[in-house]
């Protein structure tokens, strides 16, 4: 359990930014093994690929003055 914990965190880190080679190996051999982690990386893996089909659209530039007029 302890080597999963340590696994989850790499795979976060794997999704910002390219691991060391011994942590990459470290990380598919540990995904080769754990159904769970396999599964953890799989949906995060599903959820990177979502997010690049939304349109980044740029606020109005009175968009914060606005809602926090409205939130107070």
Do not use: G, W
Request: aromatic content about 6%; hydrophobic content about 30%.
């Amino acid at each position: 359990m302890k080597e999963c914990i340590k696994v989850k965190n790499l795979i976060q880190k794997s999704l910002k930014e390219k691991l060391s080679e011994q942590k990459d190996s470290l990380l598919q051999k540990h995904i080769e093994v754990c159904k769970e982690c396999q599964e953890d990386l799989n949906l995060y893996l599903k959820i990177k690929e979502k997010l690049k089909e939304f349109e980044y659209k740029e606020l109005p530039y009175t968009f914060a003055n606005k809602l926090h007029t409205r939130l107070v």
